[in-house]
């Protein structure tokens, strides 16, 4: 039962969106139940509600909403190129108009937060975020506000740097950054069942995306959405030489919401590139001679060791 489960309700004088976030709380299931009208100057509606597990049985009728199944195999086709082919088709693309993001499998695109299993966004806004920012702000020079959305964005930023489950998907605006985390953790010798696997590269149209819709700055309670997002670069020395922005998202599966949106707008927004796996010693030291290792990207005793690691044992 656990999971996000997306459709559309129908009531006296209103109809609209609804999204239902289910946690598995241990010995019952408990979330909120989202609805949003079509006329945006209505307000919404948001209820919490816990139920027992398995020993209360009921029968209802109704419309079933859609459970989001982002395990699944992505759906985009995919366009395989060679590293050479790559370099060429990124070279003819219009100046800081597309965002990337780079991964060492074809997984569907999927915060950490949702790949945690968990759903209601409104408990970690205000349960999991206190308890990490009182946590953290012991170990930071800045206390950070969350009251203040570009203070707050820089704190989910900071922790998803270091770990911590956020509703939020990097991306960058070089694609071989990109490229250096789509190699990053691929074996320096595949094995011959993997000798034949590709990496990914997601290429996607932040300027049309902002355009066409409005970008939100917070996670629940709100509407489904994927906003890029800008964040300030407090406490992360990592935003900058990476390049980096956000995709914040209140929505498990990443790319059918992106899909949905395309099919409704008539446009293409995200696009997919592979590139070969056992072309990763070869593309490492042509990102490094470009300056992008791992000690350049992770300012740090952590991002130089990798980076000597990858240079001095093959």
């Not at 800045?142 to 991306?171: I, K, V, Y």
């Not at 069942?193 to 066409?212: C, H, L, M, P, Y």
């Not at 922005?245 to 498990?252: E, F, K, M, R, Y």
């Amino acid at each position: 039962m656990r999971g996000q489960w997306l459709g559309r309700f129908q009531a006296t004088g209103w109809s609209g969106s609804a999204t239902v976030e289910v946690d598995d709380l241990g010995k019952t299931f408990g979330g909120r139940v989202y609805l949003f009208s079509n006329d945006t100057s209505m307000p919404s509606a948001i209820a919490y509600f816990e139920a027992p597990k398995g020993d209360n049985p009921a029968r209802a009728v109704a419309q079933i909403l859609h459970k989001s199944n982002a395990e699944r195999a992505s759906e985009y086709a995919e366009t395989p190129m060679e590293w050479g082919q790559f370099k060429a088709h990124v070279a003819g693309l219009e100046f800081r108009r597309f965002v990337f993001r780079g991964q060492a499998k074809r997984w569907r695109l999927r915060t950490h937060f949702h790949r945690t299993g968990r759903a209601d966004l409104w408990k970690y806004n205000n349960e999991d975020m206190t308890l990490l920012h009182r946590h953290l702000s012991a170990r930071t020079r800045h206390t950070f506000n969350r009251r203040d959305s570009d203070e707050n964005g820089a704190f989910l930023h900071l922790a998803q740097h270091h770990g911590f489950p956020t509703p939020l998907l990097d991306w960058t605006y070089s694609p071989y950054v990109a490229a250096f985390f789509a190699y990053q953790k691929v074996p320096k010798e595949l094995s011959p069942v993997d000798a034949g696997s590709r990496v990914r590269i997601f290429q996607f149209d932040r300027e049309k995306w902002t355009n066409d819709l409005i970008q939100i700055p917070k996670a629940a309670p709100a509407r489904p959405h994927f906003s890029l997002l800008e964040f300030i670069a407090i406490e992360n020395e990592r935003m900058i030489p990476q390049q980096a922005l956000s995709g914040l998202t209140n929505v498990d599966d990443v790319e059918d919401y992106i899909r949905s949106v395309e099919r409704s707008n008539g446009t293409r927004y995200l696009s997919v590139i592979d590139l070969p796996a056992a072309d990763r010693t070869m593309v490492m030291q042509e990102l490094s001679t470009m300056g992008i290792t791992a000690g350049a990207l992770f300012p740090g005793l952590d991002g130089a060791c990798e980076e000597l690691r990858e240079r001095l044992f093959p």
